[in-house]
């Protein structure tokens, strides 16, 4: 299954594809940069079917329909040709597109309508943090994009295979740059880190030109610092200040409180609360939109899965009949835990929404010893779509994770709507009148 696919998009010298089956990269040889419409076209497939969250975890095994695929050159000039022939099959969603002014280092200036290319929103890993973070364009105000390295490089290969002496070759240097980038979003926070190089086009009067905000730019041979051309900035001037709210509650009767997750439906995260006193929790102040709230304590899981869906995707009914479609699917999807069900189904056919329950014990610890006395369990959503007549997964986020031990009281899971699609600026007071009569139970996590 393909897992990944990175690429050098302004100066491609090959495509980098990592495979799960074979642990292994192996590249394609591209010549040249991309110079045209066609050529962007194509990496825009690539990344859309490949990287972007609507790629499915069934997407190889659907295209070859035979022995575990491993990534040679022709088999890989197949893929290639399959996805600039053939339509992706992830959920249609609107371009993400927004009114941006880009300033190159030249002092250069362009405005128009700026679209990303690929589905998945501009993705960075703030400094001093190992997770990323997506970023919608409708949430940004403005990008600094600044040099944080820059030297002249010789082109060099390794003396021979596990060797970390260098042989340069007896050729021209080139610039290479590695770059920092700070993002300032419509609430006034911004965050400073490492982007995921991401390709644009903006459109404006005379055309359609393509923007590159790249992690890391390598020049060609030959070429000075001064001649290389990348944005420094990028303002966003139809995207509105907007005041975040506050997003904070207590949890009283149901015991000891523990943790509570939030799930940003239409920016398709997932966040953390902070936990205080045994019975307070604090998101602290969130942008506009809707959340799903999930909570465990010593005694119970309550969760607050809605049938909100992000608003750039279609909504096409669920069905009867769709919940065990899922179920049977399930069993196929690549996954830590051997038992697992789907409990719950919300949302719709092009963005559907399962809580599932994972659980194991046969785990080792560091050492390779087998643990006793303990087993994890996992609250999970898991985004699904139907684009023919199999249900397809788009991605799965872990709500609740816990290491139970024999010990511990087993905890009784609900499905509380009130704390599913809540907005920023409620205080949720959650008592145990919200289960009264165990309304709402769905099994215990046992």
Known sequence: MVETIGCVIQRISCVKINTKITG??????????????????????????????????????????????????????????????????????????????????DGTVLSGILTMIGANPL??????????????????????????????????????????????YDEKEYPFINFITKITLVDGTSVSGHIVSAAFYLKDNTGKHKVFLQRQLK???????????????????????????????????LGKLEKVSAFDV???????????????????????????VFIL????????????????????????????????????????????WVLKLEGSRDY????????????????????????????EMMTWHLPETEWQLDNRFVLIRHKHQETEKVRRLFAVPSIGAVRPGTELKINKEIIDGDRGFIQDLK
């Not at 919608?136 to 060797?163: C, N, Q």
């Not at 899981?301 to 479609?325: C, H, R, T, V």
């Not at 559907?352 to 006793?372: E, H, I």
Request: positive net charge; charged residues 25%.
């Open 266 to 292: 239409e920016r398709e995260t997932l966040l953390a609360a902070k936990v205080s006193e045994g019975s307070k929790f604090d998101f602290g102040n969130l942008l506009p939109g809707t959340y799903d």
């Open 24 to 105: 292994k990269t192996s590249s394609f040889p591209l010549a040249g940069r991309v110079s045209d419409e066609k050529e962007c076209k194509l990496m825009s497939l690539i990344a859309y079917y490949m990287q972007g969250k609507r790629m499915n975890y069934f997407s190889t095994k659907s295209l070859f329909r035979t022995k575990p695929l491993r990534f040679g050159i022709t088999r890989l000039a197949g893929l290639l040709l399959l996805v600039s022939v053939f339509p992706v099959s992830g959920v249609d969603k609107d371009p993400i597109s927004a009114e941006a002014i880009v300033t190159m280092n």
């Open 352 to 379: 559907a929404k399962t809580l599932a329950y994972k659980q194991r014990s046969d785990f080792l610890d560091g050492m390779g010893n087998p643990v006793r006395g303990v087993r994890i369990w996992h609250l």
């Open 123 to 168: 993705t960075m890993t703030p400094l001093k943090e190992g997770r990323q973070k997506q970023f919608r364009l409708e949430d940004i105000l403005s990008i600094e994009h600044k040099v944080e390295t820059a030297d002249m490089k010789k082109p060099w290969v390794y003396k021979e295979a596990g060797s970390i002496e260098k042989v340069y």
């Open 219 to 253: 020049g060609d041979k030959g070429q000075t610092m001064a001649e290389v051309s990348y944005p420094v900035a990028l303002q966003f001037p139809g995207n509105k200040a907007v005041n975040a709210l506050p997003f904070k509650g207590t949890v009283e009767g």
């Open 297 to 340: 304590t010593d005694t119970y899981a309550l969760a607050g899965l809605s049938g909100d869906i992000p608003s750039n995707i279609k909504k096409n009914p669920l069905q009867d009949g769709d919940l065990e479609a899922i179920r049977k699917v399930l069993p196929r999807t690549d996954d830590f835990f051997k038992e697992k």
